[in-house]
């Protein structure tokens, strides 16, 4: 499969060879590990890697994978269900992707650029008739107090549906929605501190888990993350597949 969208400054395309998935490696190397650091697995072999290049330079700004699933039955290959107890999606009927490893390279900061990532991820969506979209979404550091603010307010208005509610399957798992019940949190903290791909999925309609785990391999806290396509607000679709094109 070829693609390639471009918006503005910014090029959206899927890594080809193999000079460019060792560019993706690379970059989420340096924003996942460190700087000169590799980051790499065998789920890499079984994704496909959406790339987004600054035009006039073609440096490689942001990266994420995916994986794409016939249906809830073939949960148990995603790279979250290592981390997360996920039969109860294993009775979703319609084709799902796991979006996974999404950076933004530290140095640039162009709201742009995670506007065409979802442009190009919305039109991987459609192609496939996607009903889905899921993955884990990381916050820095694996101290969950401090990231209370932001975990609070995914606790009070953002948890799964009971049906599709993710289960404990890590050793190292914070109960946050648990902890934190009744706590408010500060709200403008909560959103300015929380991942700005987080950030999307719940503008767009998505929910998470109800604990968060400790990934001591990426040194991150992270929460499962899931955004059912019929979800999504009119609007918000409609301006996702105007850049999508």
Do not use: N
């Not at 400054?9 to 000169?36: I, K």
């Not at 933004?104 to 496939?128: K, M, N, Q």
């Not at 767009?204 to 059912?228: C, K, N, Q, R, Y």
């Amino acid at each position: 499969m070829s693609y390639s969208l471009m918006r503005g400054r910014y090029l959206a395309r899927l890594a080809g060879s193999a000079e460019d998935l060792a560019a993706v490696q690379a970059l989420r190397g340096l924003c996942f590990r460190g700087a000169g650091a590799v980051d790499a697995d065998a789920y890499d072999a079984i994704c496909q890697h959406v790339m987004i290049e600054e035009s006039g330079s073609g440096q490689l700004v942001c990266c994420l994978r995916l994986l794409q699933l016939a249906s809830g039955a073939q949960i148990g290959r995603s790279y979250s269900a290592q981390f997360y107890g996920l039969d109860p999606l294993r009775a979703y009927p319609a084709p799902m992707v796991e979006m996974g490893r999404f950076c933004i390279h530290p140095e640039h900061h162009d709201a742009d650029i995670l506007r065409v990532a979802w442009g190009a991820v919305t039109h991987f969506v459609d192609e496939a008739q996607v009903g889905m979209l899921f993955g884990c979404s990381s916050f820095k550091g694996t101290d969950w107090r401090a990231h209370a603010d932001s975990l609070a307010h995914l606790a009070q208005g953002y948890l799964a549906p009971a049906r599709w509610l993710p289960q404990v399957k890590a050793g190292a798992v914070v109960p946050y929605a648990r902890a934190l019940s009744g706590v408010a949190g500060d709200r403008k903290q909560a959103l300015l501190r929380m991942p700005a791909l987080l950030r999307s999925y719940l503008a767009m309609g998505g929910w998470v888990s109800d604990h968060a785990v400790i990934d001591p391999d990426l040194g991150t806290l992270h929460v499962f993350t899931g955004l059912e396509i019929a979800a999504i607000p009119a609007a918000r679709a409609r301006a996702l597949r105007a850049v999508a094109g």
